[in-house]
């Protein structure tokens, strides 16, 4: 349970209650960057190859900033994915809005740093769950082959190949160290478990490759190492370079889902009084997956205890958003970053943007360098040399 509380106090005649606004509320992610800037990606656009996605309020109002859309399944365009979740839409919609949200569902609470950024997003997993290298390769060619059209400075890929493989010549790495030749920074999620080595393009030695931080979604300064991913690519450097927040970090419920139609009645029932707690949960208890032998409870301590258990095992932060975890979405947080050095300095190269990245980060003490790399990004740092740097 996270340490930073937002309550708020809701009184009847017979006594006053403290009930939280979220179960488990979340740092926003300029919070925890302790970003300090004024950038906001404004003209800077990061392609984003993942699982799935729909066009999420977030990325689409007030102004729609998906520039296009490419089914690396179906290979085809167009202007936004389809309107219907599926499965596979979630992980993509969650990372694409980490990287570029404005948090319109959270009256902008739960933003980027690149609130402004452009996004080109690209599935690549099928309706069997399957994201197989060839296709992760099809939708890196097609990254480049648009780049120029749709204005492509970043790509994040918090996807994996198949194969343990560190070879320049595996068709993933070759393709990502063509992108950083061409300009473009590449981004890559390490991976979540350190008891195995780095699948491509987490390996790949031009990529930024990202770590995972547990800030304990706090401002104490206590923080620790995620369990991620790490290891040396072939010409023997060390990855990942840096690591950013991967826990207790907010993301969109996707609206028409029945995630999203539970959270909306269990946030309802979790701050309601007492008495219409009561006489309300026959009118939402369908909408939920609480037990409906409950309706016969009139102890509302029982009651709340369900819910509880509900809001906790969900990790639903309100009706729009929950905790979700993974270097997946590190990386995202990094490109964020980067979309902000790069609109303060456009002339960045992607060696330049990895230099400063590194060089500003901060080493976090009494923990291994490597699985850290040169420690935790400092946005505002970041930023900073970017604006001046010279090449």
């Known amino acids: 349970m996270s340490t930073f509380e937002a309550t708020s106090v809701i009184k009847n005649q017979e006594r ?23 950038y906001s990606g404004k003209g800077i656009c990061i392609a984003m190859i993942d699982s ?58 739960y933003s980027s740093l690149a609130y402004n950024a452009n ?108 369990h991620s991913s790490f290891g040396r690519t072939v010409e023997g450097l060390t990855k990942p370079e840096v690591i950013a927040p991967a826990i207790w970090l907010p993301a969109p419920i996707l609206p028409g889902t029945p995630t999203h139609e539970e959270a909306s009645a269990l946030s309802a029932l979790d701050n309601m009084l007492d008495d219409m707690l ?17 309706l016969r409870s009139t102890n509302v301590d029982e009651v709340r205890g369900k819910i509880v258990e509900r809001l906790t095992a969900e990790k639903i932060i309100s009706p729009n958003y929950k905790h979700v975890d993974g270097t997946s979405f590190a990386a995202p947080i990094v490109c964020s970053v980067i979309a902000q050095m790069l609109e303060a300095n456009d002339r960045l190269t992607p060696a330049k943007i990895k230099e400063i990245l590194t060089s500003t980060a901060k080493t976090l003490p009494n923990y291994p360098s490597e699985p850290q790399g040169f420690g935790m990004v400092q946005a505002t740092a970041a930023v900073e040399a970017a604006a001046t740097a010279t090449l």
């Open 52 to 109: 799935g996605f729909v066009p999420h309020p977030d990325l689409t109002k007030p102004e729609n900033r998906i520039v296009r859309y490419y089914d690396a399944v179906k290979q085809q365009e167009s202007d936004l994915p389809p309107e219907k979740p599926e499965f596979y839409s979630w992980h993509g919609t969650m990372t694409a809005c980490t990287a570029a949200g404005n948090g319109t569902l959270s009256r902008k609470l």
């Open 16 to 38: 006053s209650r403290v009930y939280a606004v979220s179960l488990f509320p979340a740092l926003s992610i300029p919070t925890r960057m302790r970003s300090e800037t004024h």
């Open 119 to 226: 996004v080109v997003l690209v599935r690549t997993m099928d309706d069997k769950g399957s994201i197989p290298t060839a296709r992760i390769a099809q939708a890196l060619d097609w990254c480049l082959e648009n780049a120029k059209k749709y204005g492509i400075n970043i790509i994040n890929l918090s996807v994996y190949a198949d194969e343990m493989d560190t070879s320049l010549d595996h068709p993933v790495t070759s393709r990502v160290e063509e992108a950083t030749r061409r300009g473009i920074v590449v981004v890559a999620a390490s991976g979540n478990n350190p008891r195995v080595p780095l699948y491509p393009p987490a390996c790949a030695p031009s990529a930024i490759t990202v770590g995972g931080l547990d800030d304990k979604n706090n401002m104490l300064e206590d923080d620790g190492l995620y």
């Open 278 to 294: 009561l006489r309300t949960l026959p009118l939402l208890i369908t909408k939920t997956n609480l037990p409906l032998e409950l």
